[in-house]
C-alpha cells in the first residue's frame, strides 16, 4: 500500500475548535479492573469518565479517585462474592437497572476486567449486554487467568469469553502468562504488572486523543467503529514507539515485537485495520507515510485501512503507534513468510523492498523443549535387544506440566504401548 503526500496533504488538518467530543466511558470491573483504571490517573484527555464497578467496598476504596459504583449490596453486603460466578451473576441479574443508568449518554464505553473469578467476570457480561441494549459501542480488555491458577478458572474464562464476543464490537484478550516473560527473574510482581498496565493505557490514550481532539489527519468514534465493523470477530491490538530520531524500521520493530500481537495472531490477515501515530511536534508526514504503507502491507490490508496522526506537545520526540484491527474468522488467511518463518517488511526506511532476508523483523528465540527420552549411548559390541520402559514421571513428555487427561484409570497422555505394556524389538 503507498500513500502519495499529495493524498496525505488533503487529508490534513490544522488544529481548529470542533464540535464537542463524544462521551467517552472507562469502566474498570472487579478488583483487576479497579487496578488499571486506578493507573490511568492523570493520564487521559479531559472530558474522559473512569469509573470503578465492584461488589467489594474494600477494594473500590482502593481504586483512587475515580467514580465508583458499588453493586450487591442486599446479597454481598459490601464484601464481595468469593470467586462464586454464581452469586456474582444474581448480583447483575438484580441490578440490570444500575448498569443501564451507567451507560445513559455514553457513545463509547471501553471496559478492563480479569477473567475467571466472580464479580469481574459477571460484571464484564452484564456490560456488555447492557451497551447491546443501549447501542453503545464497547471496547473490552479481558485478562485470562494465571496457569498456575488451575483448570477451573481457566475454563470459567474460556467460557465467558465466548459469550461476550458476539456483544462487543472489540474483544482483547490479554493472558496474565505474558507478565511472567517480562523481563528476568528479578523483576519484581508490581514492576511486572505495571509494564502490562503500560501497554493498555498507551493504546487507551492514544484512542482517546484520536477521538476527543483534533489532529494533524483527524480520524473519529466513526472510524474505530468502522474498524471494529460490528460485534464478534476476532481483535488484533499492538502498541509501540520510540524516540523521533528511531528509523521507520525500529519503530514497526517495537510493534511487531508486542507480545500482545503475537496473541491476537498478528500473523494473520486483517480484513479491517485502524492505525493511531501519536507524537510531538516534529512528527513529518514523511514517516508517517511509510509507517502506515508497510504496515498495510505486512498484515495484508491494503484497502480497508484507516490511520490518524496527533500531536501531543508533552511527548516533546517521542513517537507512539497504536494499531487496532479486525479479523473475520470466517474468512482468516495465513500471511505469505519467508523461508525462515518471519514475515517480510522489506526495506523499512525506503521506497523498494529489500532482498528477502535484508532489514526484516525478528522475534525472539523462543525457548526449546527438553524431552526426558533421552538417547543412551551404546556401549561397542553391544546390540538392543529391546526398548527399555522408562518411569512414570518421564513417560509423558511434552504433557508433564499439565493436569493428567484419565480415562478409565489410564493417562491417555503416555503412548499406547507404553500403557499397554508392549515390548518393542529391535
Not at 453493586?71 to 437497572?97: H, N
Not at 500531536?311 to 500471511?335: C, F, N, P, S, Y
Request: with cysteine; glycine share 10%; charged share 25%.
Amino acid at each position: 500500500m503507498e500513500i502519495s503526500n499529495s493524498e496525505m496533504v488533503e487529508h490534513a488538518e490544522t488544529l481548529q475548535e470542533t464540535e464537542p467530543s463524544c462521551s467517552i466511558l472507562l469502566a474498570g470491573l472487579g478488583g483487576a479492573g479497579g487496578n488499571i483504571i486506578k493507573a490511568f490517573a492523570n493520564r487521559l484527555p479531559q472530558g474522559v469518565r473512569t469509573c470503578a464497578l465492584n461488589t467489594d467496598a474494600k477494594a473500590l476504596e482502593a481504586c483512587g479517585e475515580v467514580e465508583r459504583v458499588l453493586f450487591g449490596k442486599k446479597i454481598t453486603r459490601g464484601m464481595g462474592t468469593g470467586g462464586s460466578v454464581d452469586t456474582a451473576l444474581q448480583v447483575v441479574e438484580d441490578e440490570r437497572p444500575q448498569l443501564d443508568k451507567l451507560l445513559g449518554g455514553v457513545d463509547l464505553v471501553i471496559s478492563f476486567t480479569g477473567l475467571g473469578g466472580g464479580a469481574g467476570t459477571a460484571l464484564l457480561d452484564g456490560l456488555a449486554s447492557a451497551a447491546v441494549r443501549a447501542d453503545v459501542a464497547h471496547l473490552a480488555f479481558a485478562i485470562q487467568p494465571f496457569t498456575f491458577e488451575g483448570k477451573a478458572r481457566a475454563e470459567v474464562a474460556e467460557t465467558f469469553l465466548g459469550k461476550v464476543r458476539n456483544k462487543v464490537h472489540g474483544l482483547v484478550a490479554l493472558p496474565n502468562d505474558l507478565i511472567l516473560q517480562l523481563g528476568d527473574e528479578d523483576l519484581s510482581a508490581e514492576d511486572a504488572f505495571a509494564e502490562a498496565n503500560r501497554w493498555i493505557i498507551q493504546a487507551v490514550r492514544s484512542i482517546c486523543l484520536m477521538i476527543q481532539t483534533a489532529g494533524l489527519i483527524n480520524q473519529d468514534l466513526q472510524s474505530l467503529l468502522a474498524t471494529l465493523n460490528e460485534r464478534g470477530g476476532r481483535t488484533l491490538f499492538a502498541v509501540g514507539g520510540g524516540a523521533g530520531t528511531s528509523s521507520v524500521a525500529d519503530l514497526l520493530q517495537s510493534l511487531i515485537d508486542c507480545p500482545l500481537l503475537e496473541v491476537a495472531d498478528g500473523k494473520l490477515r486483517c480484513d479491517q485495520l485502524l492505525v493511531q501515530i501519536t507524537g510531538g511536534k516534529r512528527l513529518g508526514l514523511a514517516k508517517v507515510n511509510q509507517i502506515i504503507s508497510r504496515l498495510g502491507d505486512y498484515f495484508e490490508c491494503r484497502e480497508d485501512i484507516r490511520f490518524g496522526a496527533s500531536i501531543d506537545a508533552q511527548m516533546e520526540d517521542a513517537i507512539d503507534i497504536t494499531l487496532i484491527g479486525k479479523i473475520d474468522l470466517r474468512t482468516r488467511v495465513h500471511a505469505p513468510s519467508d523461508d525462515t518463518g518471519t514475515l517480510n517488511l522489506g526495506v523499512l526506511d525506503h521506497q523498494e523492498p529489500a532482498p528477502k532476508g535484508a532489514n526484516e523483523p525478528t522475534r525472539p528465540d523462543r525457548p526449546v523443549y527438553t524431552s526426558k527420552l533421552s538417547r543412551k549411548e551404546r556401549k561397542e559390541g553391544t546390540q538392543q535387544e529391546e526398548f527399555e520402559f522408562l518411569s512414570a514421571e518421564a513417560q509423558r513428555g511434552l504433557f508433564e506440566k499439565t493436569e493428567r487427561n484419565l480415562y478409565q484409570g489410564e493417562d491417555l497422555d503416555v503412548p499406547t504401548f507404553l500403557r499397554k505394556g508392549i515390548q518393542i524389538k529391535a
